[in-house]
Each structure stands twice: as structure tokens, then as C-alpha cells.
């Protein structure tokens, strides 16, 4: 079972995507993690991904899409996968299907977790995070026995500058260029899957896991 998530910024698709990989016992890989561990482990990849890093450039996707195939092909992912962030674009959608077709596969999945704009803005503007022990909150859904003092240590909560609201549209503007062109790209290969993220994300997940036919 293999399974890209899709969705805005904010819209709860790494939560998704943990709960999935818990169920099913197939590993939740994101690209951040990729990247780290080959760095970490010096592989000739990870050396590659981190020359652009350190000059402040994106990692090309020729490069990342090596990254991802080359961790989708490890012994773990032999039953299937969550993909979290990846691919971004129609070009490493492409790419990324043209590598699994050599090898074989196919993206069985692509969960498309929808929340409209305005959602995501409340959403991600009301999250506090802990500047003594970095505990996270939210202002509605989560929070604080006392107003912006946090529960576990005692110390002050911020408004993270990835939360401000001017923040958080300009990345909801680079997603609809870039990567919402994905959910038609996913459709007419017959594997996109459409779920109300607004709601709870118990009842998020009870929808994906009826999808996934388990």
C-alpha cells in the first residue's frame, strides 16, 4: 500500500500520515527525514543534498526524488508507505512515477486532506508554542490552564513567526501554485482520494482508513 499525502500547509496531513503508518505498520516517511538521516550517515546522496543546503538553495528534484526512491526501496517499505511532503510539484510527481515504474510500482493512494484557507489561518494563528521547553498549544483546541503560561515548565508562550497569519497565507499561496495542480494530476491517475480535514481528526482518520479498505 503505497500512499502520498496531500494538502495544504496546516491542513493536519503529517497527523494523518502518523496515524496511518501506526495502523498499518509501514513506515511514515517525510522528505526532511530523508535528508537528514543520509547527512547524518554521510551517503554519497547525503553529501549531495547538503551542498545545496549549505549554500541556502533547494535540493533539485532530479536529487530528492533519488533521495525518496532510494528510502522506499529499503527493506521496511517492502509492505508499503506513507509519503509526507513529497512530491511538491507535477515534475516529481512525474519523476517519482517514472522511478517506481521501473521498479515495478505504482502509488496505490493519494489523500488529498481539504481545509479551506480560512481554516488553516485560525488554525495555524492560534498555536502558542513554549520558548523554555517547547510544548505546543492552541489557543481554542488546546489550551494552557493559564492564559499564555505554559503548563509544563511555567514559561512564556509565543506566536511562532511560521503561525503569523501573513506567514502562513504566503505559504498557502506558493501551495496552490505548486502543488495543489497535484490533486488533478493524482485524479486522472485514478488514486485521488478527497477527505474533510474541518472535522475531528478521529473522524478524519475513521474516513481514511474506510478508503483504505481496512
Known amino acids: ?22 495502523k498499518y505498520q509501514i513506515p511514515h516517511i517525510s522528505t526532511g527525514d530523508i535528508f537528514r538521516a543520509n547527512i547524518k550517515n554521510g551517503t554519497e546522496l547525503g553529501k549531495q543534498a547538503k ?41 516529481q510527481a512525474e519523476a517519482l512515477d517514472r522511478a517506481l515504474e521501473a521498479l515495478g510500482q505504482k502509488v496505490d493512494y493519494a489523500i488529498n486532506v481539504e481545509v479551506p484557507d480560512e481554516n488553516i489561518v485560525n488554525r495555524m494563528s492560534g498555536r502558542r508554542a513554549c520558548v523554555g ?11 494552557t490552564k493559564v492564559e499564555n503560561v505554559c503548563d509544563v515548565c511555567g514559561a512564556d ?33 485514478h488514486v485521488l482520494k478527497e477527505v474533510d480535514g474541518t472535522v475531528d481528526m478521529e473522524a478524519v482518520f475513521a474516513v481514511i482508513v474506510e478508503i483504505l479498505g481496512a
Do not use: S, W
Not at 161 to 186: A, M, S, W
Open 51 to 91: 551542498t545545496y543546503m549549505d549554500q541556502g538553495l533547494l535540493v533539485p528534484d532530479e536529487l530528492v526524488v533519488n533521495l525518496v526512491v532510494d528510502r522506499v526501496n529499503q527493506e521496511d517499505c517492502k509492505n508499503g508507505y506513507v509519503l509526507d511532503g513529497f512530491p511538491r510539484t507535477i515534475p
Open 133 to 143: 521547553c517547547g510544548a505546543t498549544y492552541h489557543v481554542e483546541y488546546a489550551p
Open 157 to 189: 508562550l509565543i506566536l511562532r513567526e511560521d503561525d503569523q497569519p501573513e506567514t502562513v497565507l504566503k505559504r498557502l499561496g506558493v501551495y496552490h501554485e505548486q502543488t495543489q495542480p497535484l490533486i488533478q494530476y493524482y485524479t486522472e491517475k
Open 1 to 22: 500500500m503505497k500512499i502520498i499525502m496531500l494538502g495544504a500547509p496546516g491542513a493536519g496531513k503529517g497527523t494523518q500520515a502518523k496515524k496511518i503508518a501506526a
